[in-house]
């Protein structure tokens, strides 16, 4: 039991973010139809076809895995294979959500950053139309990436380019996409939507909200009757409201964006910050909220007593350090000393 | 979009109960690690154990249906068949869910008031060994049934017997299993683990909570690693804490009971102010929160102008109501006067 | 070990009909390429398509479980639902291999004699759109039943006149459809094909074949990628010219309408044997290979160390027995004997 | 429609050896009990057992992707993982069935030569106990390779100490396994379960049958209720007495040895004869029946306007040359004659 000490391991560790919660609570009077049919959830659908156009097709979720998972199966058959990198959410944390509930072969792309390249994709057509081999079909990429990197624009649109010159569909895992926009200085829709992705896992809870998930179609033909894969997947909440509420407070006065880019600020103050002390090495850019570093064993050690941090990859002594939308510059500034502390 | 009715739909359509949501609000403060491993959730499992037992395991679902598929997933082989109602939740609300997650045969066995008699079991032990029929592994049960009735203390108890002298595991769905220990004026464990329930489905959602689901095991064989069966379910809530504080506030000062007594008590003044109208025709006993009736359809017609609720079987015009802990005598008198203009 | 008993347990009890295995044996010469890219392969699918037309497409399978399930999944979502009789093969004998491979519901209709009847259909129609259902999608029927009972034409075609308006598929499971078409003095095109079934599971094993089963799609937008969906399901052979072999060998000189018409033949003068002897009752209709008969319990023990048969339901002291293309008159004449004596 | 070439693409090319042929005609006698209560399938058993020690338990399957599917979804829940070498038949070959069976997740560790080296096994220990990932349970190895090389008997006792340290399950892929035991000199048990393997799948086809594939467990708490997993997998032949005869054939005069010795000889010689040619470059040790090569992509082409093989590695001009037990040494010396003048 960790709950006493200051949180550097995840987002999803902070509080719900106040304007969120305070829209729970005003959605929270009299009684409300459930499944969805409510006006908190009108409301919410309406905000998402702002963002991402009318032609978008939204579904609340209750998991980023849920998000991703069920998605996956509602536009694959089993003999298909779904391609990501071997650093993503999908390849790793998802304790085999994925092969379970789509049926379909996960193939790992090899990756430094968590970040797909093109040029890593077209040996995987060998496999198409050979009966021994799963099929390839969809491409999944995570913007930002585990290792808190970013998908450029560019990038995007030449995965995007080949899914489609090859039949394939886009997947963005965004469990996190807020941080990802908010790093780019982008819209939502230009880094999916826009960018040829076609289906997007639109993650709220690491933004701030308390379970928040959607998953959003940009394709109607691949949405039609995902209603029913949803409830299948155990992912259709009956008090839709509260879900609906959270998402209505992140997409009023630019709440989402806010949040995202403090939670980056803090990073890179963090990542700066640590630039003096010669004992930590920082091993990806920081380009949201998350730095990675390695750090001497035995400061791990002393670290952990006063701060709850994951070690990414104990041989190298490699930690991941997480900021939040609530994360303080004076968090950041002891932090520091404390680490400081900690290597000498 | 029926957001402006009362609704007698069903017990999830009520908001979440103040007390309930305080102690949400209470829980928001500061980080708090993620996946369960918080000051909530610790006491939130301290207060099942207390209730079922020190040896009982318990983990925090997110639907009625997870707890449901995940669990029997996790006692079950995909070569079994588990034993249900013909008008249970798992066979005919759950879209599937149950043989997609466990890839088991569902044997739904009729029933008129929802409750399987312990002597329609016998037959079912002809396919034990033979290869080409599906094992019979567990038997599921519904408190209260779907119908709003409810299982005396010995029709549980001679369904154990027959589980465990024919080595099957009883399951109970209790998604409102409140409604049903305060109609027999019982403690949760007497109607479950006491009467040889082996896994519980333990719903907070529909007695005032906002989503709050639990799986509970009374055997401990039985419960080893379901943590990797929940995450791959997708049934793993991130901010664990919220769950949590939604179970401790049901369990302090038994606002549990008198949710459940309060919904009761509604069910049965309205089945009450009802007996003197005679093209009302009540077709199940009302000993929970639920009113089954037929009426006249053009009487429906009129009725959901104003009030939102389900149609149960539209050749038969029979309809459900279901109270809450929200519901007033006034809405109850009103909707009364409502259904006497309606059916003139 | 009951290998030295005739047998009237089940048509797959014969050895291989003489001329298939002959003409596994002409095909066993020299190297063919594996997985059906061979001479008699090409042949099988050539002799298909000139009984059921030049738009439908085979593929052999192993198994008439196999080709049951693995067509069923290809041709549904695992949230919709497969009818089919409560007496079907699908529902009873293939130990959850629809459900574990599918992840559908099976909805089972009650019926006294194997056979759907249209009226049962209609009522399932209400669970569509509605997200909480599984969605109705295939209807199965078995052709024969496994009561050895025949659709009529009529009965066939008001099924899928039904199917087509209400968007649904009809499979048909023919694992012993050779036997239905030589009852109703049709071509297995006209009760298949030509009475509106969309896909057929054809099985071969039962009518004097070793291994020889084949799913037929009757629409080319239904078979698409299913050489993906049969290897996932291990249901492709490897040497595949000798599955095209036994095919091969059915289809010359009306191999198939031979063995069927003899099978059919002895069942009907077991039938006509038995009708002298009081204690026998034929509880269904004999109108392919099978007979039904209640007989005393005792008698049923004195057969059972002379002959290999089933009991088909036990309480009832039921049993059935099954003729097969090689049961000659003298086997019918000796086993009416042994009856006659067993129930004196 | 390549029927017509010599074929050096796949020992499964190769018709059934006589002998093999021979005992399936003897077994097509009379009538015989289905789904293996036979006397060939009693005798088949006892043979198994006798290579393998009375506590195996075998079971006959129809296709070696069934046995590994089937067997591995046997011995693991869904939120296990199944390690192997991405070169094994699981990871590339089966489209998928593993994932889709199992429900696990597939780990494929790199290798040049398809072997696991135990050194890699260590590190797929840091996810044992987190909740998010998937849990190491099986360890499956191919014997031989799918590039023909042998894992030599210390190898194999090395990874089994492994498994057994740290609670695994050793598989074995043996489609080929005679040839591995041919090549070292060794008993098919020696390098089974006198190495630590606990499920072997065993492959008679490759080697001379017809369909001949066995599922094998070496404990007997892993083969409990195995017959429900092979029917709902759908590998339960009706006619089984012909899957047995074929492995009585195989056991009988060490069928089983002689084919595979002179198959591995067919392969040696081949590789011997292309020494002298420059412009081929054996690229894997060649231990069994297989010869990998490169060879001038013009070569290739005209070699297979005569020859049927398979292109390994197409943008390395890498192929895969098979013997079989019916390649002749006249077979050899006319291919590398062919070989000769294609890369003159």
Known sequence: MKGQLKSFASDNNAPVHEAIFHAM???????????????????????FKEIFGNDCRVFFMLTGTGANAAGLSHITRP????????KSH?????????????????????????????????????????????????????QPTELGTVYQMDEIRKISAFARENNLYLHMDGARIANAAARLNTGLADISIHAGVDMLSFG???????????????????????????KQSMQLMSKMRYISAQFNALFSSDLWLKNA???????????????GISSVRITQAVETNAVFAVIPKNAI????????????????????????????????????????KAVE
């Not at 998953?215 to 691949?222: G, P």
């Not at 890179?268 to 630039?275: K, S, V, W, Y």
């Open 90 to 142: 999908l390849e790793n944390d998802e304790c085999g959500a994925p092969e379970k509930v789509t049926g379909c072969k996960l193939i790992s792309l090899p990756s430094d950053d968590g970040k797909i390249r093109v040029e890593q994709l077209g040996p995987l057509l060998h496999s198409v139309g050979f009966q021994h081999h799963s099929q390839p079909k969809v491409i999944s990429i995570t």
């Open 204 to 230: 709220g809870t690491k933004n701030g909200a308390m379970i928040a998930e959607a998953l959003v179609f940009f394709r109607s033909d691949l949405a039609g009757e995902f209603e029913y894969t949803r």
């Open 261 to 275: 880019l403090h939670a980056n600020r803090m990073a890179g103050l963090l990542a700066e910050r640590l630039q």
């Open 301 to 340: 050690e002393k670290l952990q007593r006063k701060y709850f941090f994951y070690i990414w990859n104990a041989p190298r002594n490699e930690v991941r350090w997480m900021t939040a939308y609530n994360t303080t510059e004076k968090d950041i500034e002891e932090f520091v000393e404390a680490i400081r």
């Open 79 to 86: 003999y298909h294979s779904i391609v990501c990198s071997d």
């Open 25 to 47: 609570m005003n959605a929270n009077k009299g009684d409300a139809i459930g499944y969805g049919d409510d006006i908190y959830t009108l409301e919410a659908e309406r905000k």
